[in-house]
T-cell receptor
């Protein structure tokens, strides 16, 4: 049982490049989330999903898109990366207890 | 709107001493409350939660938290700190569902706990 996995673990992008972060969970959870973590700002919710085929905006959705075509996967896309998107990105999943299980994170640097 | 405050950026405690990490919250109804821990270069791990019932909640690694409705607080405690408890601790809150629909979880900004040998 792997829990929540994230791919890749590290990435360096140039401004304007695009990329997709993949999150996968094997716990059959309905809810999935993407957060970013920045020093002094804690965790901020980017987008979330309450089930397969659904997505919704969180606190800081601008510059990001998401898709949840399969229940176990939640993809975060950056269409045109900016230095302000340099951050550590965490994916999480939860069942109806709202106890969230987090992935190990992706450290993204945009130069 | 719901919110969480962790008033201390850092808490230092000597190994073997009791520790407290503070959290206060604001929600429109009755809260679900959570504590998570983050070790360096790792994702957050669930420690404990309060949903209903006994105000003292016991969780992983010997941690416990006390729900105080009148003070809107949910402080994390441990009777005897270990050096291995040194980490970043996050409090989180969500409103209790009263009419269905999704309600998101709001996290605090985190408190760094340093246990000194």
């Amino acid at each position: 049982n792997a829990g929540v996995t994230q791919t890749p673990k590290f990435r360096v992008l140039k401004t304007g490049q695009s990329m997709t972060l993949l999150c996968a969970q094997d716990m059959n959870h309905e809810y999935m989330y993407w957060y970013r973590q920045d020093p002094g700002m804690g965790l901020r919710l980017i987008h979330y999903s309450v089930g397969e085929g659904t997505t919704a905006k969180g606190e800081v959705p601008d510059g990001y898109n998401v898709s949840r075509l399969k229940k176990q996967n939640f993809l975060l896309g950056l269409e045109s990366a900016a230095p302000s998107q340099t951050s550590v990105y965490f994916c999480a999943s939860a069942d109806f207890s709202y106890e969230q299980y987090f992935g190990p994170g992706t450290r993204l640097t945009v130069t | 709107a719901q919110s969480v405050a962790q008033p201390e950026d850092q808490v230092n405690v000597a190994e073997g001493n009791p520790l407290t990490v503070k959290c206060t919250y604001s929600v429109s109804g009755n809260p679900y409350l959570f504590w998570y821990v983050q070790y360096p270069n790792r994702g957050l791990q669930f420690l404990l939660k309060y949903i209903t019932g006994d105000n003292l909640v016991k969780g992983s690694y010997g941690f416990e938290a006390e729900f105080n409705k009148s003070q809107t607080s949910f402080h994390l405690k441990k009777p005897s700190a270990l050096v291995s408890d040194s980490a970043l601790y996050f409090c989180a809150v969500r409103d209790r569902p009263h009419s269905g629909g999704y309600l998101k979880v709001t996290f605090g900004i985190g408190t760094k706990l340093q246990v000194i040998p």
